[in-house]
């Protein structure tokens, strides 16, 4: 399985709570780009890459990749916990640090922890904050510290200074599993994703794309226009939506999408994830048992004569 190294990644974090992921054999990738190759050229079976985050909105590589540049389907959504986390070599004290390594987005989630805690400090931009870890556990320079997963602390050998550091408590990260081939079966709680791209821009386009999914009554959970790449202000959208392939009115839908539109692209229909998952998949279940049970009392009837 590739995913988005190196090791210590918030990436690798939300693949080892997956069992069956966290079993196979797991090949760190340098960038999304080669995560996604991996999977396209057969190397690997499963690919394993942020899609989405809480604050900072949709992961361009990974989505722009999944538009444009490979045709590789959804296998299931992984949504975890974003705390980060200052951490330095053994011995050194919160009171002097004064240099603070990390990537960017993370430098920026944590600003006012740095304000107010280490004011002063100056900031490092690394290539991830697995890699801002691993430079700091290496180099063990006096003073500098990163901000990183609790995983890449353990990995390289770092203290932790000050845990979840984060500026806000709810950022959470959506991660999502690509493979070649395959659709997983129906769930009953499942989230379909699905790329739109119009003939040509005009008025009324979109409104003509979300009457489908209105007049089905088929809730959108992500709409997120992408350009096309093929002009100044022509885009395409991205939506992912409540339902699976195999539900009737989800495939009516994309039907007459695929009719109207000059293409869609379907990116995959998999289990949704979230704190009430598996609850929400107990209650269609038993939502479903009791529809069936209606409909086959009503069946019975067939062929029966009214009276009068």
């Known amino acids: 399985m590739a995913f988005l190294g190196p090791l210590g990644t918030f990436t690798e974090e ?3 709570t997956q069992g069956d992921y966290a079993a196979a054999t797991l090949e760190p990738c340098p960038s999304i780009a080669d995560v996604l ?3 396209r050229s057969s190397r690997a079976d499963v690919g394993f890459a942020p899609i989405e985050n809480a604050i900072d909105g949709v992961v361009r590589d990974t989505l722009d990749a999944l538009i444009f540049d490979v045709d590789l389907l959804i296998q299931r959504e992984v949504v975890l916990d974003v705390h980060l986390h200052l951490m330095a070599p053994p011995g050194t004290e919160l009171a ?5 390594v990390s990537y960017p987005v993370a430098l920026a989630q944590c600003r006012r922890f740095v304000a107010d805690r280490l004011p002063g400090a100056e900031l ?6 697995a890699d801002a870890a691993r430079q700091v556990g290496r180099d063990a320079v006096p003073g500098t510290a990163a901000l990183a997963p ?17 500026d806000f408590s709810g950022n959470q990260t959506r991660f999502v599993a690509v493979a ?7 769930t009953g709680h499942d989230r379909t994703s699905i790329v739109c791209f119009q003939d040509a821009d005009r008025p009324g386009s979109l409104h003509g794309i979300l009457g489908q999914f209105s007049a089905r009554n088929i809730n959108l959970t992500r709409l997120e226009s992408r350009p096309t790449k093929q002009g100044l202000g022509e885009y395409c959208f991205a939506i992912d939506l409540a339902g699976h392939l195999a539900d009737e009115v989800v495939a009516d839908c994309l039907r007459d999408l695929r009719a109207e539109l000059a293409d869609v692209k379907f990116l995959g229909s998999y289990p949704a994830a979230g704190r009430l998952a598996s609850q929400r998949r107990r209650e269609a279940d038993d939502a479903w048992r009791r529809a069936d049970a ?13 009276t009068r």
Not at 96 to 100: A, D, F, H, S, T
Not at 150 to 166: F, P, S
Not at 180 to 186: A, E, I, L
């Open 96 to 100: 002097g640090v004064r240099r603070v």
């Open 150 to 166: 609790r995983l890449a602390a353990d990995l390289y050998g770092l203290r932790v200074l000050a845990e979840d550091v984060e």
């Open 124 to 129: 490092v931009a690394a290539t991830s904050t």
């Open 37 to 39: 190759e991996a999977v």
């Open 14 to 16: 939300a693949l080892l």
């Open 180 to 186: 070649r081939t395959g659709v997983p079966d129906p």
């Open 294 to 306: 209606w409909l086959a009392g009503l069946r019975a009837q067939l062929g029966g004569a009214g």
